[in-house]
């Protein structure tokens, strides 16, 4: 049914150019997919894509992030990167029972070229569109739940803001009277501001400035990111959030608050302008949720639909102990990424189960 698929390094090569130009065309592959924002968070030598073709076109893509660790060879999910797994395009007029055979077929080819990979350990977050991870059970992947924060419908936001937890209300009113917002502010403020929400919890900030410097230089030349601070009379800045988007989503991406003002609501306030924002743009917010509950607790208040997002992962390490060891690790690495997002610097005393970011 479908074309040659891409394997050598050259041909490797190929499929990634050919991936490149579908980023191009294709307006529905998720922000955290296309290519360049690939380039900019695993660099452009430490990524590639497996693709299914039909007819010379591409039908399925999954990118991957290909990291290195000692002996462990691991496809795993690049910084700054919520969700990634498989976009396919469904040819029209598809019968529901068609469109399932279809994504049998299409989505074990891609999981033989996982195979062919002969990689340790595969973790991708899978986008809340993807529903049917069947094919991956069938080859011995595993599989858990975390959710995500849809709002859907910005056209009154008048509803939109009486649809949020009456805590949250308050919160932004009381911020309003504190605090202004301000665009004006250096990438190094926010960043200094992610440092001290690490520093409270006595952990290290797990990416380098210039890691950050690079995404958003970017983000700035596609026009696909903002910046919000909320700043006091006194010019103390209270908070900082860092917020992206693609054709559909505005993403609520970073946070990060000084533990002097971490009660000031000015989180909330900075996500109730993002939504107006987002509002205006004609867009979808997405709050990029987790399974942690802080982060959970607060980003329900905003009253977004619950989407469930598939975790899909498998290891290929025998020795039971070795892996138990390599999950402990990496779960302690995990909580570094999610508590940059966490707002009013809450405690991190829970873990992303099964997380595997090296």
Known sequence: MYGNLFRNGDILMQSKEKYRQLCTI?????????????????????????????DQRIIAALPYYLKKKIFLRCIVQPPFTTTHGIWLKYPPGQKYVQKLSYEREVISNIIKQIDDLRVHVFMQDFHYSFTNWLPFAWNNFKQTNRYTYILEDLTNLASVFDSFKPA???????????VTINEDCELETLYKLLQKSYERQKLPIPYKFEQLLRLDQVCRERKCRKILFAVDEQKNIHTACYFVWDETYVYYLL?????????????????????????????????????????????????????????IYRSKLLHTDL???????????????????????????????????L
């Open 26 to 54: 294709e307006k529905d592959i998720p922000l955290f997919s296309q290519d360049w924002w690939m380039d900019a968070v695993c660099g452009e030598e430490n990524w590639d894509v497996l693709v299914v073709e039909k």
């Open 168 to 178: 949250i209300r308050a919160e932004i009113r009381k911020a309003a009277r504190r």
């Open 255 to 311: 946070a990060g608050t000084d533990r002097l003002w971490r009660n000031s609501g000015a989180n909330s306030l900075l996500v109730w302008e993002a939504i107006k924002m987002t509002a205006a743009m004609a867009k979808k917010f997405n709050f990029d949720g987790s399974s942690l509950e802080p982060i959970e607790r607060f980003v329900s208040s905003f009253g977004g639909r619950q989407k469930p997002c598939f975790r």
């Open 323 to 357: 892996w138990d060891l390599y999950q402990h690790i990496n779960k302690l690495k995990s909580m570094l990424f999610y508590y940059c997002r966490m707002p009013q610097g809450q405690n991190v005393n829970q873990r992303e189960d099964n997380e595997v970011i």
